[in-house]
Nanobody
Framework: QVQLVESGGGLVQPGGSLRLSCAAS????????MGWYRQAPGKERELVAV???????KYVDSVKGRFTISRDNAKTMVALQMNSLKPEDTAVYYC??????????WGQGTQVTVSS
């Protein structure tokens, strides 16, 4: 069973940066979009950023200009560079991989806390 392994979360001060990475433990057939979601306490999970197989990207308005999503198809990795972090970015971040004809894969989640 292929798993998505996330890394890079942690505690950072407002205005700081973090880079999240997500790598697959094995080969995944038929990858389509790859993305990052987040869930803050008491809130629903929301899509933060997505990148298509062709490299097109889309971001939630609240992170535009601050976050950058990228992918490495050869390594089956997706990353999220987060700059100018704000306290409202505090959440558990999950990577997501959409597959052709199969259920989505999810990472285990990594905590990001933005606090002084």
């Amino acid at each position: 069973q292929v798993q998505l392994v996330e890394s890079g979360g942690g505690l950072v001060q407002p205005g700081g940066s973090l880079r999240l990475s997500c790598a697959a433990s094995g080969f995944i057939f038929g990858i389509k979009d790859m993305g990052w979601y987040r869930q803050a306490p008491g809130k629903e999970r929301e899509l933060v950023a997505v990148i298509t197989s062709g490299g097109s990207t889309k971001y939630v308005d609240s992170v535009k200009g601050r976050f950058t999503i990228s992918r490495d198809n050869a390594k089956t990795m997706v990353a999220l560079q987060m700059n100018s972090l704000k306290p409202e970015d505090t959440a558990v971040y999950y990577c997501n991989v959409q597959r052709l004809g199969s259920p989505d894969l999810w990472g285990q989640g990594t905590q990001v806390t933005v606090s002084s």
